[in-house]
Antibody, heavy 122, light 110 residues
Framework: QMQLVESGGGVVQPGRSLRLSCAAS????????MHWVRQAPGQGLEWVAV????????YYADSVKGRFTISRDNSQTTLYLQMSSLRAEDTAVYYC???????????????WGQGTLVTVSS | QSALTQPASVSGSPGQSITIFCTGT?????????VSWYQQHPGKAPKVMIY???KRPSGISNRFSGSKSGNTASLTISGLQAEDEADYYC??????????FGGGTKLTVL
């Protein structure tokens, strides 16, 4: 059974760093493009970042570029999001999501994790 | 990376049909057939209902359909049911290897 399980969320002070993880199981992780998507409390969805299946390419939303880094370990079937210089406006539930393309990006998401809450507050 | 435009809310009675519109630009919706729609119930993760403008994933009811004209995509739900009450988000490839979402539409089944 396909699963995406995020972890690593919590309360962090502005300016500090945090690393999120997303453990994948039940599918061939190394064959799929993966994304991070976030949702601020009571707000809509916001795409954050994408990483190619082999990790060769990474792209970011303007709002996080230069502060967040997406990475993956295909041997551990885990996706990561390293977040630095955190701001109050980064407060959100962070979801990892599998791209619906196989071997390429279809620029949509067919499976989502349950999300992990990051709260940036002093 | 500007958000796509959706109405904040729509409503309909059981059995009726509703359509949610999602307006983008020539740089996103208008240039690519890579529009998807997501249903999100409170406290739950989003679920894909339509992808590539009009394709339905396995297991999604044929009451859900999608289309696109110019810079505007739409999601139609026919035969409304109580369990369709949720938030709906459109999403499009935004060019430059980015993705853009709509602001979301709250569907109320009266």
């Amino acid at each position: 059974q396909m699963q995406l399980v995020e972890s690593g969320g919590g309360v962090v002070q502005p300016g500090r760093s945090l690393r999120l993880s997303c453990a994948a199981s039940g599918f061939s992780f190394s064959s799929f493009v993966m994304h991070w998507v976030r949702q601020a409390p009571g707000q809509g969805l916001e795409w954050v970042a994408v990483i190619w299946s082999d990790g060769s390419n990474k792209y970011y939303a303007d709002s996080v570029k230069g502060r967040f880094t997406i990475s993956r370990d295909n041997s551990q079937t885990t996706l990561y999001l390293q977040m630095s210089s955190l701001r109050a406006e980064d407060t959100a539930v962070y979801y990892c999501a599998r791209d619906l393309g196989v071997g390429y990006s279809g620029w949509g998401f067919d499976y989502w994790g349950q999300g992990t809450l990051v709260t940036v507050s002093s | 990376q500007s958000a796509l435009t959706q109405p904040a809310s729509v409503s309909g009675s059981p059995g009726q049909s509703i359509t949610i519109f999602c307006t983008g630009t020539r740089s996103d919706v208008g240039s690519y057939n890579l529009v998807s729609w997501y249903q999100q119930h409170p406290g739950k993760a989003p679920k894909v209902m339509i992808y590539d403008v009009s394709k339905r994933p396995s297991g999604i009811s044929n009451r859900f359909s999608g289309s696109k004209s110019g810079n505007t995509a739409s999601l139609t739900i026919s035969g409304l049911q109580a369990e369709d009450e949720a938030d709906y988000y459109c999403c499009s490839y935004g060019g430059g290897s980015t993705v853009v979402f709509g602001g979301g539409t709250k569907l109320t089944v009266l």
